[in-house]
């Protein structure tokens, strides 16, 4: 495992990063959902949180190492396909949405999940939200990304089987404090 030089930041995603985000988005499959860059565009666009991690001794953001992570946490009342955030959204609107947090591959077990997640409960604080959802995938396996959301607190509040029942997934919600 490879690690940053210097410690991560974190900072906002952009359109311009769309073409990176898919590559990660896709060396993570089928932890994450496999997406096009054209969803992935629309998705920077609607989140609530859009932000990357990157490695502080590659600042610009061209540099093809910049972002080792993301994440992208949608929020309530979205016209949004997703029979996860559906299922979310059936709950009621104080939540925040964990629609994918990825983290490079060379990248994990560093820590920057956590950094990421970080950022996410302090904008659902900031918004006001009461809890953060998120899913993980129970087939196909995912038992690390199960092991690390309990580490972080989240709590199985559901299943759920979807894409024709190709998939079923674990509906993890984690309450957040007020600020």
């Known amino acids: 495992m490879s690690s940053p030089s210097a410690a991560p930041a974190i900072r906002p995603l952009s359109r311009s990063d769309v073409e990176r ?3 990660l988005n896709r060396a993570a499959v089928p932890a994450v959902n496999d997406i096009d860059e054209a969803e ?7 989140a609530q949180l859009a932000v990357a991690v990157v490695d502080a001794a590659h600042p ?20 949004y396909a997703s029979e996860n955030y559906r299922w979310f959204s059936e709950r009621g609107e104080g939540f925040l949405y964990v629609d994918r947090i990825v983290v490079a591959d060379g990248h994990r077990s560093a820590g920057l999940g956590a950094v990421l997640y970080e950022a996410v409960f302090a904008a659902a604080r900031a918004g006001g939200a009461a809890e953060v959802d998120c ?4 087939e196909p396996p995912n038992p690390g990304s199960l092991a690390f959301h309990a580490r972080l607190g989240f709590r199985e509040v559901g299943r759920q089987a979807t894409k024709g029942g190709s998939v079923v997934v674990a509906l993890l919600a984690r309450e957040v ?3």
Do not use: C, I, K, Y
């Open 21 to 23: 985000l898919v590559a």
């Open 40 to 46: 992935m565009s629309t998705l920077v666009g609607q």
């Open 60 to 79: 610009d953001p061209a540099h093809p190492d910049a972002v080792l992570g993301f994440v992208l946490a949608l929020p309530p009342g979205l016209d």
């Open 135 to 138: 899913e993980v995938n129970v």
């Open 177 to 179: 404090a007020a600020p």
